[in-house]
């Protein structure tokens, strides 16, 4: 019973690992049946590299800039920004021309939010953003 409650608190841990980004690199966690939690690197991570993403002012107040660069070979690229509850609330798309996007703060309520940088359909990275 106890060795059932600790697997189950480890694979909790290592998925919120992933889910708020902590870890670094794109990864794959999967649970089988048996309480087992097994990881996969994402190949497709190695653009993250010279890929990024920066949002500021943070606190947003009034307007903000996303500031990102892409590797070359990234061939989608987008921000997704998620509420406190991980529930998408504004998609945008970057492209690989510009290197900065307007975020105007009247787009999102008054709150904590978490942004996401995904390449070609993989998260990358996920930070806090704050709106007031």
């Known amino acids: 019973m106890i060795m059932q409650l600790m697997k189950k608190i480890i694979h909790i ?36 590299v010279q890929s ?15 500031e990102y660069t892409l590797a070359p070979e990234v061939r989608e690229a987008k921000v997704m920004i998620f509420n406190i509850l991980g529930n998408l609330t504004k998609e945008i798309a970057l492209s690989q021309y510009d290197t ?17 940088l995904y390449l070609d359909g993989v998260r990358q990275d996920t930070k806090r953003l704050v709106v007031k």
Not at 15 to 41: H, I, K, P, T, Y
């Open 13 to 48: 841990f290592i998925v919120s690992l992933f889910a708020f980004g902590m870890w670094g690199e794109a990864a794959a966690v999967r649970a089988q049946d048996r309480g087992e939690v097994s990881l996969r690197r994402d190949e497709r991570s190695v653009s993250s």
């Open 52 to 66: 990024g993403v920066h949002i500021y002012p943070n606190p947003i107040v009034g307007k903000a800039v996303i």
């Open 100 to 116: 900065k996007v307007d975020l105007p703060a009247n787009e999102l309520s008054a709150g904590v939010y978490f942004y996401s």
